[in-house]
């Protein structure tokens, strides 16, 4: 043991400048594990920290390491199992419960000797011991003591000393000076007896001369002996100032350290409020605009856009984890909640009052300008509405359901404002053509046929044709099987020129054209405007959107929901607000062929001409598919117009010539 604690002393505590005081071989309780050595060392410097150092052979060599260190001050209890009996088993109580069994109880008892005697010296603290033998004990350790704490456990002098090499010397001369000390050591130890008695008498006699020295010597030494002790005492009392200074040191460091742990909670706290508070705020003013702000008025309606925009922000906002479990965050939500549904109800309420006010307004009715062929102009309902655009993108993206309650209004109470004022302007335009008619009539019993009307009505015949569309560009192309065809293509023709200038004058014929064109020019722009309107309105221009209820049923069997095109969605509500206008259109169309079936050709080069216009402008509009539809109907009734008027030939052979149209 003594080796290994030399061993342990130079390679593992002088380099780091301890000293080892005590050691014991140990291992664990109830585990069959290599030994190690638990060792109790104190530190060179002041102010002197003492510590339990385990301490284990490498694996790989024959040198030693330190595994684990506590310090004394740490230690609460040691438990010696019995103090009656020898046992090697005892606990150490630090942090927590320590068991070990040493290889003897001998080694066991020296070490905790050791630390009672550290505790007592250094620490004066209370450490229990408990089941340990009271001869183990000591009641205190003298400060002045050059000796080690662990009695015997530093240098102690061996009972044989080795002379020194002058000490050799001197006996060597001594003996040269006596012949006979080899042969007689007797007499030679007499003699030095003799010898020492002498100096011994003349040395008392010099101490007794010197009486007064003496005195004055011890004197001193008293003085020396007091001011040591007073030295000590206040050595003494520095060190436990010094001990209490860094105990209070390790408190003031480790209420430092939860100081900064509390101020980085804070500065977390306060980013987290910041974030809620920036995000998840409302301004009052902005409450107040969602649940009292004027909808009538411009200001009023730009500061419910703005509030509407800021409440989606904040219903939108990212929340971090763990904030929806905030009781501040659940309310302020709940309150944004109460405000969207408020506002959202508002706003339904007053758009669906002025959809209402104006399906049921009698203002712009025909029936009081029945003088002049013209519709209103809705242009100043749609710019009056079209503030509340943004105000009814928030609420497609907000509440849906009334976001389609609203598109059900427009459509239903627009359909109907539209209903009355195309039924009156038809029934102006109806009159029109009914007092040219007769006016026809009058002429044609008094008026001479004129030469020069047979060859207007003729090139405008041939001119026309070149302006059809589709089926109408094979009209100056009739095929008729037979040698003469392209001679009796021309006469047939100018034929059907004479028979319909003895019908009807030009000049009718163009007024009534007039007519038609002003109907078409009346209803383009009346249709492009409102589905203009709708897109911007309705926010139906980028995205793909959300059908109306009453698109729902036209496109359900053919397109999901989510999927239907805004250009489909415009075209359905168009056709619910305008659906009369293809029926008003055939009608006003069959009285046209009813009083003169020549005016089919007027009726086709201008709807053809409309056609190609709108379908210039948008291929999949309301207003190009409903014209195109009545474009049909139109050439219907010419190629029946030019079936009656063509006359039959009858070929050589007995058998009817064939005459086709490309329809």
């Not at 302020?332 to 959809?355: G, K, W």
């Not at 926010?539 to 095109?565: E, F, I």
Request: proline share 3%.
């Amino acid at each position: 043991m003594t080796a290994i604690k030399h061993a342990l002393q130079r390679d593992i505590f002088t380099p780091n400048d301890e000293r080892l005081l005590g050691i014991v071989n140990v291992c664990k309780a109830g585990k069959k594990k290599k030994n190690c050595f638990l060792c109790a060392t104190v530190t060179m410097e002041r102010p002197v920290q003492v510590k339990v150092v385990k301490v284990k052979k490498s694996d790989k060599g024959d040198f030693y390491k330190r595994q684990q260190t506590w310090e004394l001050r740490d230690l609460t209890e040691v438990d010696a199992k019995d103090a009656s009996k020898e046992n090697p088993e005892f606990d150490l109580h630090f942090e927590k419960v320590y068991r070990w069994v040493a290889s003897s109880a001998a080694e066991k008892n020296s070490f905790i000797s050791c630390i009672w005697k550290l505790n007592q010296r250094y620490l004066r603290k209370k450490v229990e011991f408990v089941n340990v033998s009271s001869q183990l004990l000591e009641e205190s350790v003298p400060s002045g003591e050059s000796q080690s704490v662990a009695g015997g456990d530093e240098d102690a002098l061996d009972d044989y000393q080795e002379l020194s090499t002058r000490e050799e010397q001197d006996i060597e001369g001594m003996m040269e000076m006596c012949e006979y000390a080899v042969s007689n050591a007797e007499g030679f130890a007499e003699q030095l007896s003799r010898e020492l008695q002498v100096l011994d008498g003349a040395n008392i006699q010099s101490i007794m001369a010197s009486e007064k020295q003496v005195n004055i010597l011890m004197q001193l030494l008293d003085e020396a002996l007091g001011e040591v002790d007073t030295i000590e005492g206040k050595l003494s009392s520095y060190e436990e100032m010094l001990q209490s200074v860094k105990e209070q040191m390790d408190q003031i460091s480790q209420s430092n350290r939860h100081i900064q742990i509390s101020n980085s909670n804070n500065v977390k706290l306060l980013d987290e409020i910041q974030f809620l508070v920036n995000y998840m705020d409302l301004s009052k003013g902005h409450v107040r605009a969602l649940q009292e702000g004027d909808l009538t008025s411009p200001k009023g309606i730009e500061a419910c856009i703005n509030a509407s925009e800021a409440l989606s922000q904040c219903m939108n906002v990212a929340l971090r984890p763990g904030h929806e479990k905030l009781m501040a965050v659940t309310q302020q939500q709940l309150l944004f909640a109460e405000l969207r549904d408020t506002f959202a109800r508002r706003l339904t309420n007053h758009l669906n009052n002025v959809f209402v006010h104006q399906g049921h307004d009698q203002s712009s009715t025909l029936s009081q300008h029945t003088a002049e062929l013209s519709l209103p102009k809705h242009s100043p309902l749609h710019r009056d509405l079209l503030r509340y655009s943004k105000l009814m993108e928030w609420l497609k993206n907000t509440h849906r359901e009334k976001y389609e309650g609203l598109s059900r209004t427009y459509v239903d109470y627009m359909s109907r404002l539209y209903e009355r004022e195309i039924k009156d302007f038809f029934e102006v335009a109806k009159i029109k053509m009914a007092g040219t008619a007769k006016e026809a009539k009058g002429k044609f019993a008094t008026l001479p046929r004129k030469e020069s009307a047979l060859k207007q009505e003729t090139e405008s015949l041939h001119g026309s044709s070149g302006k059809l569309t589709g089926s109408t560009s094979s009209l100056n192309k009739l095929t008729v099987q037979g040698s003469n065809s392209r001679r009796s293509q021309s006469s047939s023709l100018l034929d059907m020129g004479n028979m319909s200038a003895s019908d009807l004058d030009v000049a009718d014929r163009t007024k009534f054209d007039k007519i038609f064109e002003q109907v078409l020019s009346e209803l383009e722009p009346l249709c492009l405007a409102e589905q203009d309107f709708i897109s911007k309105f309705f926010k139906l221009q980028q995205h793909p959107a959300v059908l109306p209820p009453l698109a729902q049923v036209s496109l359900a069997p053919s397109l999901p929901r989510s999927l239907a095109p805004s250009k489909d969605v415009v075209r359905l509500m168009m056709n619910k607000i305008f659906q009369s206008i293809e029926t008003e259109l055939n009608s006003l169309i069959a009285l046209g062929d009813k009083v003169d079936s020549f005016n089919s050709l007027y009726m086709l080069v201008k709807m053809s001409h409309h056609v190609w216009t709108a379908e210039n402008v948008d291929p999949a509009s309301y207003l190009s598919t409903t014209l195109g539809n009545v474009l049909v109907t139109v050439k219907r009734n010419f190629d029946k117009c030019i079936v009656s008027r063509v006359p039959r030939e009858l070929p050589p052979g007995g058998r009817e010539r064939e005459c086709s149209f490309n329809t």
